[in-house]
């Protein structure tokens, strides 16, 4: 076994007015530099700015037609799932298979139009999606309820115009914009 020499004299010990710690500290080398008046944050050249739009100001959206569209789909799923109720309790004695098709797509339409409605409200773009695809299930639970040839008062059979009216609300520009 060969062993070697020590290069250095061993290390010193600290003198007592000085305490050694395991922080490395880094002091400055030179003088600091000076701040300019312009800062730089970022790589877009200093002449290129964006243009300033002609009509002032950014607005904000306004948030009229997402709380139109969420206060129609809130009663447009009330109305789905009293249909739904009312064909799963007036068809049961006589086709469970058409009344469990009912009961599952009230279900899908409530999850989808609740999920949607927070969504939209927390202005997320899935929102609008989901509150589409509610209301279309909605529709199809309406096309049930002709189907099945219910005796419903009249009324019901205009309520259809609830997932239509959520549809329209849900896909008109300005509730896009409230979620941009």
Known sequence: MIRRQPEAAPPTPPDSSTQQTGIIRRHPTGSFPAASADPQTSF?????????????????????????????????????????????????????????????????????????????LLRRRIGRLLIVVGAIVALMIFAGLFVAGADLPRIVYATPVLPAASIVLALLPAAGRWCR
Request: some cysteine; hydrophobic content about 55%.
């Open 44 to 120: 877009i050249p200093r002449g290129a700015r964006p243009a300033a739009s002609s009509s002032g100001p950014a607005r904000t959206p306004s948030p009229a037609v997402p709380s139109a569209a969420a206060a129609v789909s809130i009663v447009s799923g009330w109305a789905t799932a009293v249909i739904a109720t009312s064909l799963i309790t007036g068809w049961w004695d006589t086709d469970e298979l058409f009344c469990v098709a009912i009961g599952f797509l009230a279900a899908v339409s409530a999850a989808a139009t609740i999920g949607g409605l927070i969504s939209l």
